[in-house]
């Protein structure tokens, strides 16, 4: 069975720094086109940033030149960098990959980050 469990997570003061990584199972990162997102209380959950099977990312606008997705493909571990962290950061932040066996996707239980003085 597919697996993606994200750890990483915690509280860190603004303008600091998290790694999170999701360490997949079942599935293999390379041939997968994964994706970042979160959700704050009260609020829909938002794409933050994808990385395609091809090595191609994006990033939402929000976190643009702050955060940095990426892929170790011996790890079969995708991770997200974020860096100059904001209160507005805050949220529970699920890994998403995408399979053709499944068109919804699989996701992760999800990690709490929490960006506070």
């Known amino acids: 069975q597919v697996q993606l469990v994200e750890s990483g997570g915690g509280l860190v003061q603004p303008g600091g720094s998290l790694r999170l990584s999701c360490a997949a199972s079942g599935i293999t990162t390379i041939r997968s086109d994964m994706g970042w997102y979160r959700q704050a209380p009260g609020k829909q959950r938002e794409l933050v940033a994808t990385i395609t099977s091809g090595g191609s990312t994006t990033y939402a606008d929000s976190v643009k030149a702050r955060f940095t997705i990426s892929r170790d493909n011996a790890k079969n571990t995708v991770y997200l960098q974020m860096n100059s962290l904001k209160p507005e950061d805050t949220g529970v932040y699920y890994c998403?990959?995408?399979?053709?066996?499944?068109?919804?996707?699989?996701w992760g239980q999800g990690t709490q980050v929490t960006v506070s003085s």
């Open positions: 998403k990959a995408d399979s053709f066996w499944k068109p919804a996707g699989y």
